[in-house]
């Protein structure tokens, strides 16, 4: 049971490229999300989806996109980055009931220059 | 709306001696409250949650944490810590949403 699976783990790009970042999971979880965690400031939600072919925006969703077209892949994409969005991205999921922790992957760092 | 506030970017704590990190929660509904811990290049596990039941919820590893409401608290606890325990907490709120929200973290250090 692989749980929440992010790829790739590490990436550099240069300023203005562009990249998506996956995310899988096997749980059949109905709520997937994308967060960004920065030195002290904890995990901040960029977007999310309560189910297939729907995402919405989090705290912090400028210079993303994201999209949900099958239920069990969630991918968080960037159309010209910028060295503000080096960071660490953790992709989870989680039940619907609000007692539902979330499962998260193992992260993503990615450094833009 | 939520929001979390850890006190303490770093805590200290001699092998077994009392673990004590601190979390206060806003929110405008009852909520639900967990703790989270992150171990270096991994994401972040449950250690526990609250979910209205009994105030005082015990977690893996020997963690617990009270929830008062009349202090807006969820303060976690373990009696006697052990090398291992080092890593980041994360406390965590949920309102009547689907976002969780998380505080901005403590780091646990435990010298020998």
């Known amino acids: 049971n692989a749980g929440v699976t992010q790829t790739p783990k590490f990436r550099v790009l240069k300023t203005g490229q562009s990249m998506t970042l996956l995310c899988a999971q096997d749980?059949?979880?109905?709520?997937m999300y994308w967060y960004r965690q920065d030195p002290g400031m904890g995990l901040r939600l960029i977007h999310y989806s309560v189910g297939e072919g729907t995402t919405a925006k989090g705290e912090v969703p400028d210079g993303y996109n994201v999209s949900r077209l099958k239920k069990q892949n969630f991918l968080l994409g960037l159309e010209s980055a910028a060295p503000s969005q080096t960071s660490v991205y953790f992709c989870a999921s989680s039940y619907t009931g609000r007692d539902s922790p979330l499962h998260f992957g193992n992260g993503t760092r990615l450094t833009v220059t | 709306a939520q929001s979390v506030t850890q006190l303490g970017s770093h805590v200290s704590v001699s092998e077994g001696a009392l673990v004590l990190l601190r979390c206060n929660y806003s929110?405008?509904?009852?909520?639900?409250l967990f703790w989270y811990v992150q171990y270096p290049n991994q994401g972040l596990q449950l250690l526990l949650k609250?979910?209205?039941?009994?105030?005082l919820v015990k977690g893996i590893n020997g963690f617990e944490a009270e929830f008062k409401k009349s202090e807006t608290s969820f303060h976690l606890t373990k009696p006697s810590a052990h090398m291992s325990d080092a890593a980041e907490y994360f406390c965590?709120?949920?309102?009547?949403?689907?976002?969780?929200?998380f505080g901005a973290g403590t780091r646990l250090f435990v010298k020998a």
């Open positions: 965590a709120v949920k309102g009547g949403g689907f976002k969780t929200i």
């Open positions: 749980m059949n979880h109905e709520y």
């Open positions: 929110s405008s509904v009852p909520p639900y």
């Open positions: 609250y979910t209205s039941a009994a105030t």
